[in-house]
């Protein structure tokens, strides 16, 4: 008995399995990773792992990290969210930074 994929060509049969066609290799090949940073230690373990992957495949390895619109804590006097923006992005970037350094050694 022949079965056919959704584009209608045949796949084999053999004893009671279905054979699937093998698909190119170079389609299941990263060629971006893309890592999300809290710069948490099981982050951290996440980026080392990517950029194995990357280094591996020679894909090309993409951070992010979202800044937070509302501080972690509560500040005694008003800071305008311009200025708390700053700070936050200028910590992340320095982090960033010790990361690329860390991936570079």
Do not use: N, W, Y
Not at 3 to 17: V, Y
Not at 37 to 64: K, P
Not at 74 to 93: I, N, S, W
């Amino acid at each position: 008995m022949m079965i056919g994929d959704k584009e209608g060509r045949p796949l084999e049969r053999l004893s009671g399995e279905v054979l699937m066609r093998e698909m190119a290799a170079s389609s299941s090949i990263p060629t971006r990773i893309l890592v999300p940073i809290d710069f948490s230690e099981s982050s951290h373990a996440a980026l080392i792992t990517a950029a194995d992957l990357a280094q591996h495949f020679h894909a090309e390895l993409h951070l992010v990290h979202i800044l937070p619109i509302f501080p972690r804590t509560t500040f005694p006097d008003f800071m305008p969210e311009t200025t708390f923006l700053h700070k936050v992005r200028k910590a992340a970037e320095e982090r960033f930074a010790a990361c690329e350094a860390d991936l570079g050694a």
